[in-house]
T-cell receptor
């Protein structure tokens, strides 16, 4: 079974631009979560999507948004980039259904650098 | 609230030494517990998991036992190798209420030859 894939792997943008990151979950997984990882703040939860609906959201400003498509692929968008948005963005998928906990499997991440 | 606390790093060991990375949790309900490993430049990989009290997860020589009485899930390995150098994350997932995965801050392990 193919793992979680994320594209692109590396991205360089300048302040004020916007960026879209893509995540393809493991086949059959319907839940996709996004995380931001930085040296200072560690691993922080952004949001989770399940069946095209956002079900959980972390404490990030509205500049961070996401969506999920009918094939479970997900995108996250960051508008008006700031220097502090430089981070590794990780996507994780799980096969969990409503009310059940399941294991999250992570992709390799997208390394975003904002100049 | 729900949280995961793991020991501060970095942890530096010589090859073949015994490893323990402490992890304790606070959670309402009955969480599942996980250890993930992150090698440089990569995403997180699931190392092992346990879903109920007294379960022991094991993989690649690593072990951790779900201790409900001490709310702990310490990671151990009898003999570390240089290739085990990485960052280790303890995490829990909640089985009731709003689904959430909560991660510890990570512990960096460096193994010297």
């Amino acid at each position: 079974k193919a793992g979680v894939t994320q594209t692109p792997r590396y991205l360089i943008k300048t302040r004020g631009q916007q960026v879209t990151l893509s995540c393809s979950p493991i086949s059959g997984h319907r839940s996709v979560s996004w995380y931001q990882q930085t040296p200072g703040q560690g691993l922080q939860f952004l949001f989770e999507y399940f069946s095209e609906t956002q079900r959980n959201k972390g404490n990030f400003p509205g500049r961070f948004s996401g969506r999920q498509f009918s094939n479970s692929r997900s995108e996250m968008n960051v508008s008006t980039l700031e220097l502090g948005d430089s981070a590794l963005y990780l996507c994780a998928s799980s096969g969990r259904d409503r009310g059940a906990a399941d294991t999250q499997y992570f992709g390799p991440g997208t390394r975003l650098t904002v100049l | 609230g729900n949280s995961v606390t793991q020991m501060e790093g970095p942890v530096t060991l010589s090859e073949e030494a015994f490893l323990t990375i402490n992890c304790t949790y606070t959670a309402t309900g009955y969480p599942s517990l996980f250890w993930y490993v992150q090698y440089p430049g990569e995403g997180l990989q699931l190392l092992l998991k346990a879903t109920k009290a007294d379960d022991k997860g094991s993989n690649k020589g690593f072990e951790a036992t779900y201790r409900k009485e001490t709310t702990s899930f310490h990671l151990e390995k009898g003999s570390v190798q240089v290739s085990d150098s990485a960052v280790y994350f303890c995490a829990l997932s909640l089985t009731s209420g709003t689904y959430k995965y909560i991660f510890g801050t990570g512990t960096r392990l460096k193994v010297l030859a």
